[in-house]
């Protein structure tokens, strides 16, 4: 969602705030902004819409000074316009805002009534008022103190003041946020990657912390004002991982770099001679297997925990739970003890997901956490009690493909692993299973070496109403991934369904308008699934089939036939990825959507 960067430099810093926001687009934004303060006044630029008209706008009026902040907004209250972008400005404050002021209305009808004059209709707006207000009557650090006491809801901020043109202030909670150093500044931000090129270390900053930042150094305080102890770690994102190495979309390099991250993955966590150690995670090898498993995640990472949920309950023969968190953390569960919770994100700082890995630890102290996440500075990963990192490198398409893959990865590693110490599964079967996921990757190289038949596939889906796709067992999740993926990019509406359930409803949607992708290897329940594929095509659907037999073992008159290599019961699902992400990038790049950044969305959705 929004993103948020400050610098102070030894030179002028529009171009690095400019730049910074840039790296930072992945995350979804609908206006932007920048604010310097020089000689003792503010300088703004504001635009709706990309970044590049904020481009345009500085190109006209160029704003100079050695310290700034900058935004990427994600509109949550009041339209994308101009007037509600960040930064917002009281006679001495200027300030950028990531989350949401629950108590903004309280907080502005007490503003105005004291004579502060409102211009944007966001809940932001009461910041720079409410600390303006407090500078009036007290020392600095007591005023940012009050006023984080008075305000309620999630917040990362950004702000500088007036009269103290070297210092950055900063405050956190719930939202991510960070401070950088590198050779020519000092930086605020609520991404890393925000960095890349600009600093070489950074300091994550928790929740309730907050405090000022200057060329000589930080001044980090909790809430009762008490000084907080600080922590620098290198910066884990380079320059060249904001870049797309030759391809056209990051969506495409990203699902490109699969068979690397299953290789990385292995190799981290598959032992030579075949042991599976998560050494994040210790409590997983200490303590007695759980009885009980529940999976939180939203989105694409649900879907991935879906998939495991078949790979789980078949071999440790225990309850599996999976929910998505936003519906998890309000329906009062029923968690007892010996349950694991596995929480699944890519960002991790999903609100939602962290919600639930607080409830969680907070209801039953004595289970434990594990958080399955691509970012190991992520707020979920440092709270959880083990961590199993995803190791796909950063993800910048907006839409999730090998953080995807990765989750389903790890979760087949962790299902393995699990068996093993239940003693439910012999050694040679987990040397199998471990040898056929080394194979995978290779595989997925030839499939991505080799996509003319995806794009054929893709041309079937011009002029369509919508799109069925069907999946039994580990493969139904995946109907529901592919679906998401291609109504999140091509804006065409797709539902992914239980191919045995389409006859209790969804069949009446078919006709030659709705192509259906049927998909069907042989792991699972084929034959069951090529009878469904037969009734969509008796009532005249037109059927993409994602297979992994040759077609003369399986009669269909398929309109397109999309090929993977045979899987085993792990490795399919990783193997199907493929071509699912593939289509709906083609589908996406014909119907000329912005495929990296589809509109609407954001990359980590950091508020309720
Ligand atoms: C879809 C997508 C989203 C995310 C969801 C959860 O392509 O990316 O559905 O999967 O917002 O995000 P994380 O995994 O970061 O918690």
């Known amino acids: 969602m929004c993103g948020i960067i400050g610098a102070l430099c030894d030179h002028n810093v529009q171009d690095e705030l400019l730049g910074a926001l840039r790296r930072m687009e992945y995350r979804g934004y609908d206006s932007a902004g920048i604010c310097v303060l020089d000689g003792g006044s503010f300088q703004q630029a504001k635009a709706a819409g990309k970044l590049s008209n904020l481009q345009r706008e500085l190109a006209s009026h160029p704003l100079s000074g ?41 907080l502005r009808v007490q503003l105005v009534a004291q004579g502060y004059c409102f211009v944007s209709q966001t809940d932001t707006e009461v910041l720079p008022h409410l600390l303006e207000e407090k500078i009036q009557q007290r020392e600095l650090l007591d005023a940012w103190r009050e006023m984080l006491s008075e305000i309620e809801g999630a917040y990362a901020i950004a702000a500088i003041i007036r009269s103290l043109p070297g210092s950055l202030w900063f405050a956190r909670k719930g939202s991510p946020l960070l401070l950088g150093r590198g050779a020519h500044g000092v930086y605020v931000a609520s991404d890393a990657l925000a960095l890349a090129g600009l600093a070489d270390e950074v300091m994550y900053i928790d929740d309730h912390h907050w405090g000022r930042l200057t060329l000589e150094g930080v001044e980090l305080y909790d809430l009762s004002g008490n000084p907080v102890e600080l922590e620098w770690d290198p910066l884990p994102v380079t320059a060249h991982d904001a870049e797309k190495d030759g391809f056209p979309h990051y969506m495409l390099k990203e699902i490109h770099e699969q068979p690397a991250v299953l290789r990385r993955i292995l190799r981290q966590y598959v032992k030579g001679d075949g042991e599976i150690v998560f050494e994040q995670a210790s409590f997983l090898h200490e303590k007695p297997l759980p009885q009980r498993i529940v999976m939180i995640a939203c989105g694409t990472s649900y879907h991935a925990a879906l998939t495991a949920r078949y790979w789980l309950e078949r071999y440790l023969k225990i309850p599996v739970e999976v929910d998505i968190a936003s519906e998890y953390r309000y329906r009062d569960p029923v968690i007892g003890q010996h349950t694991l919770l596995v929480a699944l994100s890519q960002s991790g700082e999903t609100a939602d997901t962290l919600e639930v890995l607080r409830m969680f630890k907070r209801h039953t102290p004595g289970n434990d956490a594990l958080a399955l996440c691509n970012v190991p500075s992520s707020s979920l990963a440092r709270e959880a009690d083990g961590l199993i990192e995803l190791f796909a490198g950063p993800e910048i398409g907006v839409a999730s493909t090998k953080a995807y893959m990765a989750q389903l990865a790890v979760l087949a590693l962790l299902t393995l692993f699990m068996a093993r110490r239940a003693g439910a599964m012999p050694e040679e079967r987990v040397a199998e299973h471990l040898a056929a996921l080394e194979r995978a990757a290779t595989d997925m190289e030839a499939l991505l070496a080799d996509t003319a038949a995806v794009r054929q596939a893709a041309a079937l889906f011009a002029d369509v109403r919508g799109a069925l796709y069907l999946g039994r067992g580990p493969c139904y999740p995946m109907a529901l991934e592919g679906a998401l993926k291609l109504k999140e990019i091509s804006y065409l509406h797709a539902e992914g369904y239980a191919a045995g359930e389409m006859k209790h409803g969804p069949i009446a949607l078919i006709d030659h308008l709705i192509p259906v992708v049927v998909i069907a290897p042989k792991q699972y329940h084929l034959e069951k699934v090529i009878s469904n594929l037969h009734e969509v095509q008796a009532r005249g659907a037109r059927v993409i089939l994602i297979v992994d037999l040759p077609e003369a073992g399986i009669a269909t008159d398929a309109a397109c036939v999309l090929r993977v290599p045979e899987g085993d019961y792990f490795s399919t699902p990783l193997l199907v990825c493929i071509p699912l992400q593939l289509l709906a990038y083609e589908v996406a790049c014909m119907l000329g959507t912005d495929v990296d950044q589809p509109r609407n969305l954001a990359k980590s959705v950091t508020v309720e």
Do not use: D, K
């Open 66 to 106: 050695r310290i700034g902040i900058g935004h990427t907004r994600w509109a949550t209250h009041g339209e994308p316009t101009i007037i509600n972008a960040h930064p917002h400005i009281s006679a001495n404050v200027a300030l950028v805002h990531n989350g949401i002021i629950e108590n903004h209305h309280q």
